[in-house]
T-cell receptor
Framework: GAGVSQSPSNKVTEKGKDVELRCDPISGHTALYWYRQSLGQGLEFLIYFQGNSAPDKSGLPSDRFSAERTGGSVSTLTIQRTQQEDSAVYLC???????????????FGNGTRLTVT | AQSVTQPDIHITVSEGASLELRCNYSYGATPYLFWYVQSPGQGLQLLLKYFSGDTLVQGIKGFEAEFKRSQSSFNLRKPSVHWSDAAEYFCAVVGASGGSYIPTFGRGTSLIVHP
């Protein structure tokens, strides 16, 4: 079946512009995660959605970053007033975990490579 | 708080040689542990996982890992490496935090395979 889909695959933007990154999770997956992967770094957790519960935003690095998930499916990560340090690969993942008290391995998309010039 | 250390940034092996990638974690209780592989331009693919039970777990592509509680380690092994195994490998630990299960990843180990 279809995996996690992210778009665009690459995005080049000028410093100060806003960008939106999209994630389509695997159908039926209720948990959705956003991570950021910078060169030579591991994966930095950004935000976690689980069903209709309030998202865990504890990893968002600043108030320029926000994310929403509409209808429990598609998610959009928005970065306002982009800075050069925002350049990274943004990875989305989803899982079958049915509620906050359970865990199921993550399935990752191929990521969006964001370059801020 | 949970954390993961992958002490080796790069590992170089010859094709056909054995491989061991190190992973040490920090977590107060028994964690869930994972290894993922990332090929260039791709997302992460799950290789294997440990939840409980047998401490030696088998994964895809001929990989295995052993959970050693006394050493807080979860090292990844393969008896004979193939050129197609060249990739970035990430170890991850999951523990419950306020009811949220959020994986913490190591910085990754880049595997280079020489012919």
């Amino acid at each position: 079946g279809a995996g996690v889909s992210q778009s665009p695959s690459n995005k080049v933007t000028e410093k100060g512009k806003d960008v939106e990154l999209r994630c389509d999770p695997i159908s039926g997956h209720t948990a959705l995660y956003w991570y950021r992967q910078s060169l030579g770094q591991g994966l930095e957790f950004l935000i976690y959605f689980q069903g209709n519960s309030a998202p865990d935003k504890s990893g968002l690095p600043s108030d320029r970053f926000s994310a929403e998930r509409t209808g429990g499916s598609v998610s959009t990560l928005t970065i306002q007033r982009t800075q050069q340090e925002d350049s990274a690969v943004y990875l989305c993942a989803s899982s079958l975990a049915r509620n906050r008290g359970s865990y199921s391995p993550l399935h990752f998309g191929n990521g969006t490579r964001l370059t801020v010039t | 708080a949970q954390s993961v250390t992958q002490p080796d940034i790069h590992i170089t092996v010859s094709e056909g040689a054995s491989l061991e990638l190190r992973c040490n974690y920090s977590y107060g209780a028994t964690p869930y542990l994972f290894w993922y592989v990332q090929s260039p331009g791709q997302g992460l693919q799950l290789l294997l996982k440990y939840f409980s039970g047998d401490t030696l777990v088998q994964g895809i592509k001929g990989f295995e890992a052993e959970f050693k509680r006394s050493q807080s380690s979860f090292n990844l092994r393969k008896p004979s490496v193939h050129w197609s195994d060249a990739a970035e490998y990430f170890c991850a630990v999951v523990g419950a935090s306020g009811g949220s299960y959020i994986p913490t990843f190591g910085r990754g180990t880049s595997l280079i395979v020489h012919p």
